[in-house]
Every structure is written in structure tokens, then in C-alpha cells.
Antibody, heavy 123, light 106 residues
Framework: EVQLLESGGGLVQPGGSLRLSCAASGFTFSTYAMSWVRQAPGKGLEWVSGISGNAFGTYYADSVKGRFTISRDNSKNTLYLQMNSLRAEDTAVYYC????????????????WGQGTLVTVSS | SYDLTQPPSVSVSPGQTASISCSGDKLGDKHVSWYQQRPGQSPVLVIYQDIERPSGIPERFSGSNSGNTATLTISGTQAMDAADYYCQTWDTSTGVFGGGTELTVL
């Protein structure tokens, strides 16, 4: 069974940093692109960042470009999101999602999603 | 940036057909996925590549995409289908979600 488990969320002050992790199991992790998607409280889904299976391709939403860095360790089956210069508007539940191809931007959608980890940016 | 527009809410009676639209410039030239999100739960993929259903998704869920509009159709809607639904596509390797539609079954 494919499983994704996010961790690393918490309360951080504006301007601070946080690193999220997504532990994957049940599939050959290095073969598939992965993405981070967030959802602010009471709001809709927002794609944040994606990475190809071999980590050569990384992609970012304009809202986080230059502040967030996506990476992966295929030897540990783990996806990461390093978040710097955090702002109040970054407060959200962050989900990781598996794409069904290796290159990123897969037409088959995100399946499955993890349970999410909450990031709260507040003083 | 590329935008996808969904109606904020749709209502349907049990057993009837619900249609949720998603519009964007030349959306028919792109692939669209649809997600269901029940309260307090993670999103679930219900349609991918415009018309395909993942295994385990009931046959009453179907999709279409042409011109500037993609549509998610739920036939014989059940109370358990009440949820938020989001369309999603890609624009030059950047993911884009619609604003979401709350489906009410009453």
C-alpha cells in the first residue's frame, strides 16, 4: 500500500524557518515525481512546489519562489520542503502528493496524498 | 499566471445528477484532474486525464473537457458525495488548482 506521512510542522515566528518531511512507502520512490500542496485555514488548495523523480527538475509557485526549496533523498524515500523567510500567509496545512510519472507535471494527478502537517506562522 | 474558475457552490437532490464546471483559457488543450475533499480529510483523486477514474472510484463519477471548460459529473448523487471538489491542471510545469466547489446534497 502506498503511504505518505508528513512531519515537521509547528508554530514559527514571521521571518523564521521550518523544514517539512514526507516519508514515502509502498512504491519505488525514485521513479515518481512529488509535489507539495498547501491549504490555508478555511481556504482552497494551492500547489506549492514539485520535483522530478531524479531531483533534476524543481518547480515553484511564484508565491514561494526564492523562499522555499524542495528536495528529496531517494535513498531514504523522503521528500523535503525547506521553508525560509516565513510569512503569516504561509500558515496552512501542507500536503505531499505522489505524481504518476517521473518528470513532474504529470497529467495523472496527485494520488495519494498524505494526511498533512500544519504550519502556523505567528508571533 | 493561469487561472481556473469554479462555482463556489452547487446543490443537488439525492439521486439526481450534479455537474461542477471548471473554466480556463483553452483548458481543453490541457489535462484536468478532479479531487474530492471531505471535511477534515485529505483530498482524494476522483478523475485524471479529463475522463479517467482511478481504481476504487465509483462509476457515477465522470469527467469531460473541451474548449474552455472541464466538467465533473456525478450521476445518481449520494449523501456521501457531499464534499468540496477541486479541479487541477498544469501550466508550464506549474500546478494550478481551481478555487473549489462545495457540493451540497439535499
Amino acid at each position: 500500500e502506498v503511504q505518505l506521512l508528513e512531519s515537521g510542522g509547528g508554530l514559527v515566528q514571521p521571518g523564521g524557518s521550518l523544514r517539512l518531511s514526507c516519508a514515502a512507502s509502498g512504491f519505488t520512490f525514485s521513479t515518481y515525481a512529488m509535489s507539495w500542496v498547501r491549504q490555508a485555514p478555511g481556504k482552497g488548495l494551492e500547489w506549492v512546489s514539485g520535483i522530478s523523480g531524479n531531483a533534476f527538475g524543481t518547480y515553484y509557485a511564484d508565491s514561494v519562489k526564492g523562499r522555499f526549496t524542495i528536495s528529496r533523498d531517494n535513498s531514504k524515500n523522503t521528500l523535503y520542503l525547506q521553508m525560509n523567510s516565513l510569512r503569516a500567509e504561509d500558515t496552512a496545512v501542507y500536503y505531499c502528493g505522489k505524481e504518476d510519472c517521473s518528470g513532474g507535471g504529470c497529467p495523472m494527478g496527485f494520488d495519494p496524498w498524505g494526511q498533512g502537517t500544519l504550519v502556523t506562522v505567528s508571533s | 499566471s493561469y487561472d481556473l474558475t469554479q462555482p463556489p457552490s452547487v446543490s443537488v437532490s439525492p439521486g439526481q445528477t450534479a455537474s461542477i464546471s471548471c473554466s480556463g483559457d483553452k483548458l481543453g488543450d490541457k489535462h484536468v484532474s478532479w479531487y474530492q475533499q471531505r471535511p477534515g480529510q485529505s483530498p482524494v483523486l476522483v478523475i485524471y486525464q479529463d475522463i479517467e477514474r482511478p481504481s476504487g472510484i465509483p462509476e457515477r463519477f465522470s469527467g469531460s473537457n473541451s474548449g474552455n471548460t472541464a466538467t465533473l459529473t456525478i450521476s445518481g448523487t449520494q449523501a456521501m458525495d457531499a464534499a468540496d471538489y477541486y479541479c487541477q491542471t498544469w501550466d508550464t510545469s506549474t500546478g494550478v488548482f481551481g478555487g473549489g466547489t462545495e457540493l451540497t446534497v439535499l
